[in-house]
Every structure is written in structure tokens, then in C-alpha cells.
């Protein structure tokens, strides 16, 4: 295996060249291009220097990694006839594919290369721009961009934006955080004679004429707070602002068990949100949800006994243990498949308990508690067979329940009555009903019930007491039937 030599020829004119890179390449017996698409080449070609490209692998292929990695394989095949210098834009090291490959190719003991020269694109864009890249800044290929890479607080190059088509995808990436008209610096050629900035619009950035392979766009940091509330880190910047010693004295008075009654009534609320359909009050009521998690995180900050960082981590690791069939080589064929699964990773996760039942109360529902403990004594058989014995022991309890109405004390009734109760929530589990959504559904039904009487009655008589309970009922009845009116539309 003859040795491959990698040349920068810089970001423009043969002119940047260091006079040591220009003796190598003159020096050179075979010389391959990845692209003819730099000015260098042409000057090159124009004293006598003989080279190949690459360009005609760019014409068959339809991704950038399928042209890369033909164009590694090729080199390889070169290298086994002939010493081969292999001359790339900028450096080689800065946002260069190939040479990353070949990177590769030589820890697997498949080459041996030498690296020398080039300046990169950044130093005469750091120029053009004048920017200082120390107080932070992003290089981002522009062909595999997404929006969570973006960090709107930097400095963000974007390089390999070779045509209108990448400059679109990257637009539309940028503005699902940047204003629309958020100003981007389109950069062609920094450092060499041809040097052009042109400044416009985000949603122009496509529209720009003077776009290829020298091209970089330029995204200036946004300062101002309202401006990136996209970014998760404002939000977070926010709630910090909100606990700091200057910040609000509610918040800051905010512990654990203070805020457990927001975190209940915001679930509710988003409940609501969902079943009415409304996109609009979905994203609210998730920002106020959002708002209580950010909450507990920044007092475990203030605390001093965790961070976001560790719910993240937490939360994501246990995502990518529990579900092999995605991060890992387990098969499954169904949800039951991958519910059986999870249950299984859980029990190996956890120490055993002394019983099954341990863990699975919730303080804040009684039905929720009575749903997982019949649920966790189901996993192990202890079980109707079907919801026919439900069935039938809901009869039995009720039965039960007005045996005791008729000579029991309050204590006894109040227990048939939670009987009663304990098997309604067991028949839901059978039907696969959630009995705390079909609790609050009820209780919305009725608050828009009475409601329609409250208004019927001030819009009559305007007292309760002037109504008889059979003409009250009248106005429920009305309230119903517009109901299911509502309904059949």
C-alpha cells in the first residue's frame, strides 16, 4: 500500500497557499481532486500541474455520504498502484467527509496517509464577518442539519450549503427558531478576490443568487430574550431568573409539596385540553405542565440534590433500556409483546418488594390506587377470568351495600359503599377505561349541566327556591338533550 498525502488548498486563491503546501503539489506525480469546484484548480491547472477529480461520482450518486464513500473506495484502489495526493477545499480537517473516512480507513491499518496544509474556511470568514469565534460559536453542516443542533445564543457558521436546495432545507430549519426575518449573512469565497457577503431575510436565504461550493452562511446570536423562546435553554434561563434571590417571592417560596396540587390541577387541565381537541389549549396547558416539571427541577438545583441534567439523563436511559426493540437487537412482533417486555426490564431494574402492592399507591387518587392494585394481583393470576365475575361481584356488592343502607352504622356503610366502588374501578379495568378520565368526565358533565340550569333559572325567576325539584329537573333534561343534539351534528 503506497502512502496517500492530503493537501488543503485553503477557502480561495492559490494566493493563500503556504509556500511549503505549494512545493508539495508541485512536487506531486499524481494528483486527484475531489472537485474541480475551487479556484485553486483552475490556477493550478494553468502552470502545468495535471489533475484528476472526483466531480463525475457526484453525478451518480443522489446523497453526499453514497459520492463519499465511492470516492474513499476508489482512493484505496489508487493507493495500492501509486503514491497518490489527494487536494480538498479549505483543510482537511475542518468539515471534510472524506478525510474523516479515510481517517477511519487508516485505524483499520487499510492506508497510510500524511496530512499537510490548507488554511480552513474559518479563519477569512472570522475576518470577513468580524466576529470573535471566543465568545462561542457553531460549525454546522448544512447538508445533515437539525433544528436541536442550533444554539441560538452563538455564533453559527453553516458550510457545505452548495445550492439553493441545501440553503432551502437549512431556512427551513433555522425557522422553527429564528424570526422569519431574523437577518443571515450568506458568505461566498471569504479571503480570496471574490470575496461577497450579502445579507438578507431568513426567508430568503434560498432566493440568494450568489450560492455554491464556496458558500457559508453566517446566523448572528440572538441577545435578546424574547427573541429565542424556542430554545429550551431560555425557558430554562427563565425559571432560574424566577427562584434567584431577585427574582419572585412566590417562586421562590416554592418547595416539593408546595407545588404537588399545581402539578395535579395543570394534568387535569391538559386532560380537558385533549378531550376537547383544541390544539391551541394543548399547547398551553403542556407549557404549564412543562412549567412544573422546570419548577421541581430548578429547586432539586437550589437544593443542591439534583439537576435537569439528572432527570434527562434519568429518563433517558430508562427509555433506551426499556425498549431493546428500538436501541438494541430485541424483535417483537405487537404492543403486548413490547408492554411484556418493559414489565420485565422494570422487575430486573428495581429490588424486589415485600409485596406486589408496594409502590403502586397514589395519595392523589384513590382510583388510580385501586386500578394498579388490581392490576399488579392480575399479573400474577388472582384475577376473574373474564369481566363476568366482575360483573357479578358488583351486583353482590350492591346488594350488600343496601343491606347496610337500611340498618347499618356510617362506618358500614361507608365501607359496602367503598366495595362498591372497588369493583366499579375493576370493571374498568376490564374494559381498558381509565376510572380517573371517566371521574373527570363525569364532573365536566356535570358542571356543564348545572350550569345551563343556573343560567335557566336567572334568565326565569331567578331563585332556586322558585322552582320546584321536578321543574329544576325540566332544565337538566333540556341541558341533555342539547347535548346529544351537539352530538349527532
Known amino acids: 500500500m503506497h502512502q496517500l498525502t492530503i493537501i488543503g ?6 494566493d493563500q497557499l503556504a ?21 485553486a484548480v483552475a490556477e493550478l491547472r494553468a502552470e502545468g500541474i495535471v489533475l484528476m477529480s472526483f466531480d463525475e461520482i457526484y453525478e451518480k450518486h443522489d446523497s453526499f455520504e453514497h459520492v463519499y464513500d465511492e470516492i474513499v473506495e476508489q482512493l484505496l484502489i489508487m493507493c495500492v498502484q501509486q503514491p497518490v495526493t489527494y487536494v480538498v477545499p479549505g ?11 479515510l481517517v477511519e480507513k487508516e485505524r483499520e491499518g487499510l492506508i497510510q496517509m500524511e496530512i499537510a496544509g490548507g488554511n480552513s474556511f474559518l479563519d477569512p470568514i472570522f475576518a470577513a464577518l ?43 430549519s433555522l425557522m422553527e427558531k429564528y424570526a422569519y426575518d431574523h437577518p443571515v449573512t450568506v458568505v461566498t469565497a471569504a479571503g480570496s478576490t471574490g470575496e461577497q457577503l450579502i445579507t438578507v431575510p431568513l426567508f430568503e436565504l434560498d432566493r440568494v443568487t450568489e450560492i455554491n461550493n464556496l458558500t457559508t452562511v453566517y446566523v448572528p446570536p440572538v441577545v435578546e430574550r424574547e427573541a429565542r423562546l424556542k430554545d429550551w435553554s431560555t425557558f430554562r434561563e427563565i425559571i432560574a431568573a424566577l427562584r434567584a434571590p431577585d427574582g419572585c417571592p412566590w417562586d421562590r417560596e416554592q418547595t416539593h409539596a408546595s407545588l404537588k396540587r399545581y402539578l395535579l390541577e395543570e394534568t387535569h387541565e391538559l386532560l380537558e385540553a385533549i378531550d376537547s381537541e383544541d390544539d391551541d389549549a394543548v399547547i398551553e396547558e403542556l407549557g404549564d405542565v412543562l412549567l412544573q416539571v422546570f419548577l421541581h427541577a ?5 437544593d443542591g440534590y439534583f439537576a435537569m441534567e439528572d432527570v434527562l439523563q434519568s429518563v433517558g436511559s430508562k427509555m433506551i433500556r426499556r425498549h431493546p426493540h428500538v436501541f438494541g437487537d430485541k424483535s417483537v412482533v405487537n404492543s403486548e409483546e413490547v408492554l411484556q417486555n418493559w414489565q420485565e ?8 418488594a415485600d409485596s406486589l402492592l408496594e409502590g403502586q399507591e397514589r395519595p392523589s387518587s384513590s382510583l388510580l390506587t385501586s386500578l394498579n392494585y388490581q392490576k399488579e394481583a392480575a399479573k400474577v393470576g388472582f384475577d376473574w377470568p373474564t369481566i363476568d365475575g366482575a360483573l357479578e361481584k358488583f351486583d353482590e356488592e350492591w346488594l350488600e351495600f343496601r343491606k347496610e ?14 366495595d362498591v366502588l372497588f369493583t366499579i374501578v375493576n370493571i374498568s379495568r376490564f374494559l381498558k377505561l381509565s376510572p380517573e378520565e371517566a371521574m373527570v368526565h363525569a364532573n365536566q358533565k356535570f358542571n356543564r349541566r348545572f350550569s345551563f340550569v343556573e343560567k335557566s333559572v336567572k334568565d326565569g325567576q331567578g331563585k332556586f327556591t322558585d ?23
Open 298 to 302: 430548578q429547586i432539586g438545583e437550589d
Open 91 to 101: 483543510h482537511p480537517l475542518v468539515a471534510e467527509r472524506t478525510v474523516q473516512l
Open 345 to 352: 426490564i422494570k422487575q430486573q431494574e428495581k429490588p424486589q
Open 405 to 418: 343502607l337500611e340498618s347499618g352504622t356510617k362506618y358500614s356503610q361507608m365501607d359496602e359503599l367503598g
Open 9 to 14: 488548498l485553503g477557502a480561495g486563491d492559490l
Open 19 to 39: 509556500l511549503g503546501t505549494y512545493r508539495k503539489l508541485k512536487e506531486a506525480k499524481y494528483i486527484v481532486a475531489r472537485t474541480d469546484q475551487h479556484p
Open 467 to 489: 322552582y320546584t325539584l321536578d321543574e329544576l329537573e325540566e332544565f337538566w333534561k333540556l341541558a341533555k338533550k342539547g347535548e346529544d343534539n351537539d352530538e349527532t351534528r
Open 130 to 172: 468580524r466576529i470573535d469565534p471566543i465568545e462561542g460559536f457553531q460549525l454546522l453542516d448544512g447538508t445533515d442539519m437539525k433544528r436541536d443542533d442550533v444554539q441560538m445564543k452563538q455564533h453559527i457558521l453553516i458550510g457545505q450549503v452548495y445550492d439553493a436546495f441545501v440553503a432551502s432545507e437549512v431556512k427551513l
